[in-house]
Nanobody, 125 residues
């Protein structure tokens, strides 16, 4: 059975940086689009995605600050987050959806084939 395990979250001051990792197992990683979705109380937001060809996509609020990448040999996806802001606070979930051509983003767990338990990111002084 497929599994996603995130790591790398923590407490950081505004303007700081963090790198999240998501290790996948139990499914053919290279055939899946990989995404990061963050959740805060009462809100779920798709943040970034990378398709099987390594084309990258970002929501407008993180464009230029966050970088998503994948290493198919390690079945791992990363999210490098720079210039962090308090509004970036939330639980960051890694989510996988079987590739069908163009990456289609979703904010709900039910949209994805695999969903990780999440890692907490808190941006505060």
């Amino acid at each position: 059975e497929g599994r996603l395990e995130e790591s790398g979250g923590g407490l950081v001051q505004p303007g700081g940086s963090l790198t999240l990792s998501c290790a996948a197992s139990g499914f053919e990683f290279g055939n899946y689009d990989m995404n990061w979705v963050r959740q805060a109380p009462g809100k779920s937001e798709w943040v970034s995605g990378i398709d099987r060809r390594s084309e990258t996509y970002y929501t407008a609020s993180v464009e230029g600050r966050f970088t998503i990448s994948r290493d198919n040999a390690k079945s791992t996806v990363y999210l490098q987050m720079n210039s962090l802001r308090p509004e970036d606070t939330g639980v960051y979930h890694c989510a996988a959806r079987r590739a069908i051509g163009t990456l289609v983003a979703g904010t709900d767990q039910s949209w994805y084939h695999y969903w990780g338990q999440g890692t907490q990111v808190t941006v505060s002084s």
